[in-house]
């Protein structure tokens, strides 16, 4: 996947901030889902680099936090697996 552009940013942060009220709080590990999601979303705002995000997340988050922020970072540079962050969410989204 390319580099996403700011337009692509936007529409994933828009899209991430409507979809984390609806996802399923806690995982069957008991990691905040929510949670993760904000951290997604705080990375695309501020384009945090992984020094940032290390510095922001490692100290007293859960582990899944901190893998969630660098899985935005690796989105923003492209090198994701998935076109955007939100459809692996898509799965936890409850009605």
Known sequence: MAKPTLEQIQAEIEQLTAMCPK???????????????????????????????????????DEAILYAALDARQWLDGDFEDDTLSEGWQELVQD
């Open 23 to 61: 996802v399923r709080h806690y995982s069957a590990f008991g990691d905040d889902n929510r949670a993760a999601i904000s951290a997604q979303i705080a990375v695309l705002e501020k384009l945090l680099d992984n020094d940032a995000i290390f510095d922001r997340y490692e100290q007293g988050s």
